[in-house]
Structure formats: C-alpha cells, structure tokens
C-alpha cells in the first residue's frame, strides 16, 4: 500500500493588511495532475479556494475566489504555492491543499 505525505510550510503564517502571504505544498510522490486549495474558518466548512493545473498552469477558482487576490504556482511535480496578495481581513482562516491520488483514487491532504 503506497502511503502518500503531504506537507505544509508554514503551519502558520501571519497575514498583514495590505501585503502578501504564501503558503508551499509538497504533495510527495502523488501523481495528480493538479493541487487544490481549500480556505477554512474555524468552525465553518471548507471553501474551494481554487485548483491550480500542473501541467497546463491553469487556475480555476472557487466561487468567491479570484485572481490577482488569489493566485498559485507549481515549481515541480511536487511542489506548489498559493499566494495571497493584498491581504484582506477576511483572509485569515485555514488553508490546506489536496490533491487527486491515482494509485490510492482518493483526495490526499496534511
């Protein structure tokens, strides 16, 4: 059974009004086509940030969510970023990535 690990750095990040922030993913060894974004406040149930397309680098949003406010990069297979930029009050939440595992055919995250 191939075990998959996907990581988050940092675990917390510190928004400022009006600046930028950004939080990497190593999705491992998954071999899914793209990374997905989730935003979580406390207590409320998971937005769909965004999924961003590795091979293509191509971003589709979630509703409420755009770019520039919202954007991503993949520098590897493996290793991606969401960025946001002009940070806003009601940025402040949890976030986490997903992705498709073809060998286990189920959403891995942290």
Do not use: M
């Amino acid at each position: 059974i191939a075990v998959t690990v996907v990581t988050q750095q940092p675990s917390v990040v510190t928004l400022t009004r009006g600046e930028s922030a950004s939080i990497d993913c190593n999705l491992g060894s998954v071999t899914g086509y793209t990374a997905d974004w989730y935003k979580q406040i406390p207590g409320g149930v998971p937005q769909y940030v965004l999924e961003f397309h590795k091979n293509l680098a191509d971003v589709k949003y979630g509703p409420g969510f755009s770019s520039p406010h919202f954007t991503s990069t993949c520098k590897s297979v493996s290793d991606c970023r969401l960025i946001i930029n002009n940070v806003e009050e009601g940025d402040s939440a949890v976030y986490y990535c997903t992705t498709w595992d073809d060998s286990a055919q189920e959403h891995v995250s942290q």
